[in-house]
C-alpha cells in the first residue's frame, strides 16, 4: 500500500498538472526545481559596478566603443539592451523594447510559480483520494474470516497516502513555489536595474549619477557592500 500511495499521490499529483497546464510547461518542473537550489547568477553587486564600467567607457569614447563590451556581457538582456545602444536606436524603442521584454519575463516565470501553487493543491487532494480507496480495499475484504486485529495497521497504512499529500505541498511544491516567487522578484529587479543603467549611458549622464540611480535599486545594506568593493 505505501508505494501505491505515491504512486497515487505523485503521479496524481503531476496527471492533474497535464492536464492543467501546458505539457512543455510541466516537463520544465525538473529544471526549476533544480533553479530554486542554485545560486542566483544575477547579483547587483556584480552589475552595478559593470555598468558604471560602461558609463565611464561611453562617456569618454562614445557609444560606439561599447561594440566588444557587449559581446562580453554576462546576461542576454543585458548584451540586447547595449547592443541598440551601440548601434544607435533611439532610447523610446530601447525602452519600449526591453520593457517589453521583461514583462515577458515575469509572465513565464509566474506561469512557472503557478504550477507550483496548483501542485500544492493538487497533492492533498490525491493523499485524500489515496485513502479513500485504501479504506475501501479494506472495507471490501472484511469477511467471516477476517483477523479483526489486522484491521487497525491496515487503516495506519491506508492513511499513508494522506501522509504524503499534505507532506509534498507543504514541504515540497509550495515551499518550492515560494522561493521560484523570491528568485523572480530578484531576477526582475536586477533587469530593471540594467535596464535604468542602459538608458541612463545612452542619455549620456556622468558614470556617478549611473551609480547613484542603480544604488537606488538596493537596500542601505546591500550598497555598502558594493561600496566596500569598489
Known amino acids: ?128 483520494i489515496g485513502t479513500v480507496m485504501g479504506m475501501v480495499h479494506i472495507l471490501g475484504s472484511l469477511g467471516g474470516d477476517s483477523d479483526p486485529a489486522a484491521l487497525a495497521p491496515a487503516i495506519g497504512v491506508a492513511f499513508i497516502a494522506t501522509l504524503y499529500g499534505v507532506f509534498s505541498a507543504n514541504l515540497l511544491w509550495l515551499p518550492m513555489g515560494t522561493k521560484l516567487k523570491k528568485r523572480s522578484e530578484e531576477e526582475i529587479l536586477v533587469r530593471e536595474l540594467m535596464l535604468e543603467g542602459i538608458l541612463s549611458i545612452q542619455a549620456g549622464d556622468n558614470p556617478q549619477i549611473v551609480e547613484e540611480k542603480l544604488k537606488g535599486y538596493l537596500s542601505p545594506a546591500v550598497r555598502a557592500t558594493i561600496t566596500k568593493e569598489e
Not at 9 to 22: D, M
Open 1 to 128: 500500500m505505501v508505494p501505491t500511495a505515491a504512486m497515487i499521490v505523485f503521479g496524481g499529483t503531476f496527471g492533474t498538472l497535464f492536464i492543467a497546464f501546458p505539457m512543455k510547461d510541466v516537463l520544465t518542473i525538473p529544471k526549476l526545481i533544480g533553479f530554486t537550489f542554485s545560486k542566483n547568477p544575477l547579483e547587483p553587486h556584480t552589475i552595478i559596478p559593470q555598468m558604471i564600467r560602461y558609463a565611464e567607457k561611453a562617456r569618454k569614447d562614445g557609444l560606439l566603443a561599447l561594440e566588444a563590451d557587449v559581446q562580453a556581457a554576462p546576461d542576454e538582456f543585458l548584451k540586447k539592451g547595449m547592443q541598440m545602444v551601440s548601434d544607435g536606436i533611439d532610447i523610446k524603442t530601447v525602452r519600449e523594447m526591453l520593457e517589453t521584454e521583461l514583462a515577458f519575463i515575469a509572465t513565464r516565470h509566474a506561469g512557472g510559480i503557478a504550477m507550483f501553487e496548483a501542485a500544492g493543491g493538487f497533492a492533498p487532494t490525491m493523499g485524500i
